[in-house]
């Protein structure tokens, strides 16, 4: 997203936590995690391993259709909104077996002093729901912490950081934290953000995780709660997003744009 004031260039986007300067890691403001040191694991294993789920479950997102609800609120003085952006859409597919997304629901926006930018939708449908794409794996220094037991799941916790930065914002990575849960090696919790910022920021989120259709892992629930911090000012975000109604492709439909006229059935003939 960014800043609509004319003293400040460029500024911000969409998730959880504490407020962080944009200088630090994700991982250096996280809140503290219940993280048990463990010997060694073969860490090129497991990161082959979730990687290739990583490429497995994106695919098989292709065959689905579902709904995604996304709310991103300015927070003022004594917690209250001052300002919200909120999308509604479903992901269908054409009559070419295309994805598209079919906004069912979007206001116009209250934010007086954000923008939402295309680096947040990117990074609505990419960094947040997917941290790690198997193409870039390479591109990742990944820090083995130990283990965490999270709801019902046993899970390896690694920190993670690109080797090197882009100097273009619009190629996305991921830094922050995952839970890989130890017996199938998928990742199950992310928590960071997207980078590079630039001149933008980028706020802290949440991501979780739950199996569908007894096998994949998709993202469900996307929460932040974070203060951006830019040099004339600091923004307070809340974001929330939820991914639900996953259903198997099984028939097409045909897309059309939300002001493009219906055609008019054929007009039956008059009696005589």
């Known amino acids: 997203m960014k800043l609509t004031f004319a003293c400040i260039l460029l500024a911000i986007a969409t998730m959880a936590g504490i407020a962080f300067q944009s200088s630090q890691t994700a991982s250096a403001q996280e809140p503290a995690d219940n993280i048990k040191k463990s010997g060694p694991v073969d860490v090129d294993h497991i990161v082959q391993a979730f990687s290739a789920k990583e490429t497995e479950f994106r695919q098989a997102l292709n065959n689905y259709s579902f709904k995604r609800d996304a709310a991103v609120q300015q927070i003022g003085m004594g917690g209250s909104v001052t300002g919200e952006y909120h999308r509604v859409s479903q992901f269908v597919f054409d009559d070419r077996a295309n994805r598209f997304e079919k906004i069912t629901y979007f206001p116009a926006s209250t934010l ?161």
């Open 112 to 272: 007086t002093e954000l923008v939402i930018t295309p680096e947040d939708i990117e990074d609505l449908g990419g960094i947040q729901p997917f941290a790690l794409e198997a193409s870039k794996i390479n591109l990742y220094n990944f820090n083995y912490l130990g283990t965490e037991h999270i709801d019902e799941l046993d899970t390896y916790v690694f920190d993670v950081q690109p080797k090197v930065l882009p100097k273009k914002i619009s190629e996305r990575f991921f830094q922050g934290r995952i839970w890989v849960d130890n017996r199938d090696l998928q990742i199950v919790k992310v928590r960071g953000k997207g980078v590079p910022e630039g001149k933008q920021r980028f706020p802290l989120f949440e991501t979780y995780r739950q199996q569908i259709d007894g096998h994949y892992w998709f993202p469900v629930y996307t929460y932040a709660d974070d203060t951006l911090i830019f040099p004339e000012v600091a923004i307070h975000v809340r974001m929330l997003v939820r991914y639900t109604d996953f259903q198997r492709f099984r028939s097409r439909v045909t897309i059309t744009e939300a002001d493009e006229p219906t055609p008019s059935p054929t007009p039956l003939p008059k009696k005589p």
